[in-house]
């Protein structure tokens, strides 16, 4: 059987986008397990011990963690206690759960804090004041708790939840040992999610310095620190802060100092609900890298990329120096040598009056361009003591509606080619021109050259001192340490085994893309012409076309009765034409017989019988000829165009015009 070639080129495409989508999901598999291993720092039995639920390994090195994925049918009845129970805690949404138990350092650490145990046993809340507040908002009474995430919640896992709004927030913790800026690097890391996004407010910590004098119960935005860093966000502006306390060597007064702007957009970790994991690494050759989800998103110098620098200029302008009154700054000056030209007119006007303008015709000069409004009435509260003479509101006359316009006619401005404007001397260069002037440059009284800013000073306490116009935000899981391993290792303890049940909640592509229209509506072109050309190219090429075979062709007599008119055209032509011989005949008798009528009376009234008979009976002759030539045809059989070969036409055109012939033949 012969295939159509629509759909040969319909199985084709169909064959390609099936190949295509089987390749791309495999693709995106291969990435993203790749990338989850990346992200969170697992080698590969680490990552088989979360993906495939190993049994116990070396307690010194590892954690016990099994992934499973669970039934969402939370009516089965052949679960275990066990299994129900962990069914029971998490959302009817969660089809992905894990086994999770509270990560431990596996390296030296300063400060740990997961919250697991649902208390805040080393927290201390502020029981200060704000000093630069109003009294009714000054104090630090927002409140704190402890509590599971709202969505993609891993049982047994807990964080530190601001839960006011509009309030301001003081919280802090001592560390297990104060940190020293000596040779190590400073590896500060914890988590963030924004669960009910975030309008206005912080989600930074703060790295309390160790002054001898330090109060928990006192801890408020004063309080000195050593370095803030975290996400901040107002409006439309999102940060995410670095800033460090350096000490100036000479008078040993504090200055901050902020870190350069981060060069990636950071509206998705404020807005996508997610738990996010921030990072900052600060070494002792004074770099600094700043990461998100282990993604660096910022690094630089301390000596080179922070605001206001750390080491101050070593020449500065002199104050006490003024520019002299006789320097001269214009690089130009007028000409002093050129001289007006004498035909130039300064007082010549930039428009004149076209002289070639003529007033319309129909122009009504008489009629004014408003006039009152004859339906106006005056108000019934018009007091024309107070008010004055009321006068009706003026309206655009109606007259000039179909006029080319009313009032006094006035010829329209055109530009004055002759005028030149203001005259003014051409400018050349000045001859005593000095340059812009600067005052000179002297030595800094106050500078100084530090080298190691890394070197700053210690700090012993972690605090959250915190406004936001939002609640609900989360923090957990938070680590001090000099190895930025041991970070990854806590890291995919916690944050990764949140990020697996976030990855396995995800909605789907679909939700996913009508998620991000209703965001941003200019999608929905995107949508249609991805989706319509497609289907397009589909119909064009797929859609199967009619084979010679389904045409059916019906042949009809038309031939037949082309030739059948003719016949009769001519018929109806030399009947006309023997009516008119006849006629002529009829017209040349009837003058003969009347030149002879008085000698051949006799013989007219015995030739009348005679001469009347002969041409009615030429006429009934010819009649009957006629008749038995249509008999003769009418017997012929008649032939469709299917049995008829294909000279028939042509028999029957000689056929005809020989009856013709004898028809003219007898005729004559």
């Known amino acids: 059987m012969k295939l159509d070639r629509g759909w040969i080129w319909c199985m084709l495409l169909l064959s390609f986008l099936a190949v295509a ?3 791309a999901q495999e693709e995106q598999l291969e990435v993203g397990v790749t990338d989850a291993d990346e992200d969170m720092g697992l ?25 499973t994925v669970m039934d969402e049918d939370h009516s089965d009845e052949t679960a275990t206690a066990s299994g129900k129970a962990d069914k029971a805690g998490m959302d009817a949404n969660v089809s992905f759960q894990v086994t999770y138990k509270t990560p431990t350092p596996t390296g030296d650490v300063y400060f740990a804090e997961t919250f697991d145990d649902g208390s805040l046993g080393r927290w201390q809340l502020s029981k200060t004041v704000k000093g630069d507040a109003d009294d009714d908002i000054a104090k630090y009474d927002g409140k704190w708790a402890v509590e599971q995430l709202k969505e993609n919640k891993v049982p047994g896992d807990q964080g ?16 297990d040992k104060p940190f020293v800026f000596q040779d190590e690097p400073l590896v500060l890391q914890y988590e963030v999610n924004f669960q009910d996004g975030i309008d206005c407010g912080g989600a930074y910590v703060k790295l309390l310095s160790d002054t001898g004098s330090l109060s928990l119960e006192q801890f408020q935005d004063r309080t000195p620190y050593t370095i803030m860093f975290g996400p901040d966000k107002c409006g439309e502006d999102y940060k995410l802060h670095f800033i460090f306390r350096h000490q100036n060597p000479l008078n040993k007064d504090f200055e901050e100092k902020h870190a350069k702007r981060p060069d990636v957009d950071l509206k998705k970790f404020y807005t996508d609900k997610k738990t996010h994991l921030y990072t900052l690494v600060l070494n002792p050759d004074n770099s600094y890298e700043m990461f998100i989800d282990q993604s660096s998103v910022s690094r630089g110098s301390l000596l080179r990329d922070v605001v206001p620098p750390v080491n101050p200029p070593k020449d500065i302008d002199d104050p006490n120096d003024s520019k002299p009154e006789d320097w001269d700054e214009r690089a130009k000056i007028p000409d002093p040598e050129a001289v007006k030209p004498d035909d130039w007119d300064e007082d010549a006007p930039a428009k004149i009056e076209d002289p070639d303008a003529l007033k319309p015709e129909g122009w009504l000069d008489d009629e004014p361009e408003f006039v009152p409004d004859p339906n106006a009435e005056k108000p019934e509260d018009w007091d024309e003591e107070m ?5 009706a509101p003026q309206i655009p006359n109606p007259a000039c509606e179909t006029a080319p316009g009313c009032g006094e006619w006035k010829r329209p401005k055109i530009n004055n080619p002759q005028y030149k404007g203001k005259w003014k001397a051409p400018l050349v260069d000045n001859p005593n021109y000095q340059g812009v002037w600067k005052p000179r440059k002297i030595d800094n009284p106050d500078y100084f050259e530090d080298l190691q800013p890394f070197r700053m000073a210690p700090f012993k306490a972690l605090g959250l001192e915190l406004w936001s116009m939002t609640s609900d935000i989360y923090f957990d899981n938070f680590i001090i340490t000099s190895h930025k391993e041991v970070a990854d290792r806590w890291a995919s303890d916690s944050w990764g085994l949140k990020k697996l049940v976030a990855s396995a909640n995800e909605p789907g592509i679909f939700a996913q893309l009508m998620m991000a229209a209703e965001e941003r509506p200019w999608l929905w072109v995107i ?39 003719e016949e009769e055209d001519e018929e ?42 002969n041409p009615e009976g030429e006429e009934e002759e010819e009649e009957e000829e006629e008749e038995e030539e249509e008999d003769e045809d009418s017997k012929a059989p008649e032939r469709t165009l299917e049995d008829e070969p294909k000279e028939g036409g042509d028999v029957t055109k000689e056929s005809h015009k020989q009856a013709v012939r004898k028809r003219r033949v007898r005729k004559d």
């Open 160 to 175: 530190l939840v601001l839960k006011s709004r509009a309030k301001h927030h003081a919280i802090a913790a001592m560390m």
């Open 387 to 391: 008010d004055g003479e009321w006068e």
């Open 572 to 613: 109806e032509e030399e009947e006309a034409a023997a009516d008119e011989d006849d006629k002529e005949a009829e017209a040349t008798e009837g003058a003969a017989a009347a030149a002879t009528e008085e000698a051949e009376e006799e013989e007219e009234k015995d030739g009348a019988d005679v001469g009347g008979d």
């Open 43 to 67: 080698d590969e039995e680490e990552l088989n011990v979360l993906m495939a639920a190993e049994e116990e390994e070396e307690e010194e090195e590892e954690e016990e963690m099994e992934a």
């Open 527 to 565: 949508y249609i012409l991805t989706v319509g050309l497609p289907v397009g190219l589909t119909v064009l090429f797929c859609w199967p076309k009619k084979s010679d075979d389904e045409y059916v062709y019906k042949k009809v007599d038309l031939p037949k009765a082309d030739i059948e008119e």
């Open 21 to 23: 989508a089987v390749a």
